[in-house]
């Protein structure tokens, strides 16, 4: 016979667990499309990869890890680490490696922000970032842009004694544009010092200009700045959820003390390791994304298209008003063609689709399709 205890006795019916405040205010991140259904052949686009694959020697170190997958991997990624620094010129101490550089976001955010505080970012910046205040209980605060710019007197104007991170995607997705150094400099100038700047660098790789810098300067002259970078784009490691974080010890300390211990898989650090070390492919892949890009602007500029400036690897396109013409059924054309680009609705551009850089074939496709739906041919 069971006997119940005085408290099973006594208790009366709990409610269900509840949440955290914030979380149910998020609306789950949806992901570029990868499927056209009915089309043999899809060119995808939608989430701004390196169409071209990784490095053959990556897919190598990848590859010969696979008689060791029953062994933890180096909770420290040290051998990665040490690569990062060594390209870079960084060093390994002061860097953190994550799944992905969304992961060291979320850490970021959960370490240095809380519930009733507030999480400041640019208009257009990237979707993640009022996702990540939202799940600690934090206030998004988006900052209007100007001419889809960052706009760095209008963020300092949004900053308050609750302010406790300010996200600034460089360069910003989705429109492609960037601060420039002296801009950056005059922005964490206005920036309390309690206050953290979380430069999220994700396609500085493809930057050329003379007057951008990653971070880096920022990062070794000031106690409350990181960089974050990641290897989904140009090294084209995007289904290894790699990424990593360049930041003062005292913010790199308490990183390594909430990331999960083997948070980067072993078959991801030596792929990683590989990729890094192999510069040849990352400048080919520079030289195409730019000359790509290049031509995909000027040949969308001349079908009446309005194709914003970009020094990633992507387009931000307007199209105009009027149904039958605009972008979302521009978005659903290109789909019937098994072209892939995402519709940007969600991030308050209704009007405007981004369209990934890719290789040859993929762009004079895009160009084909393009023009057939502009002069109604489609």
Known sequence: MTTLSPIAETATPASAPEPKPGILEIAPYVGGDHKAPGVNRVFRLASNENTAGPSPKAR?????????????????????????????????????????????LQLLTKCYAGIGDEI??????FMMYPIAAKSVGAIPVAAPETGLKTDVDALLARVTERTRILFLANPNNPTGSYLPQDEMRRLHAGLPRNVLLVLDSAYA??????????????????DNVVMTRTFSKIYALAGLRLGWLYGPPAVVDVINRVRGPFNVTLAT???????MEDEAFVATSRETATRWRSWLGDELARLGLTVYPSVANFVLVRFPDGAGR?????LAFLKQRGILVRGMAGYGLPECLRIGIGLEEEMRAVQSALADFVGGQG
């Open 205 to 222: 790789e493809y930057v050329e200009e003379a007057d951008y810098d990653a971070g880096v300067e920022l990062v070794d002259a000031a």
């Open 60 to 104: 190598a170190a990848y590859a010969a890890t696979a008689g060791e997958i029953h062994r933890y991997p180096d909770g420290h990624s040290e051998r990665l680490r040490q690569a990062i620094g060594r390209v870079n010129g960084l060093d390994p101490a002061r860097i953190v490696c994550g799944a992905g550089s969304d992961e060291l």
């Open 120 to 125: 400041l970012y640019s208009q257009y910046g």
């Open 326 to 330: 605009d972008a979302a059924a521009a």
């Open 269 to 275: 650090q030596e792929a990683g390791v590989a990729a």
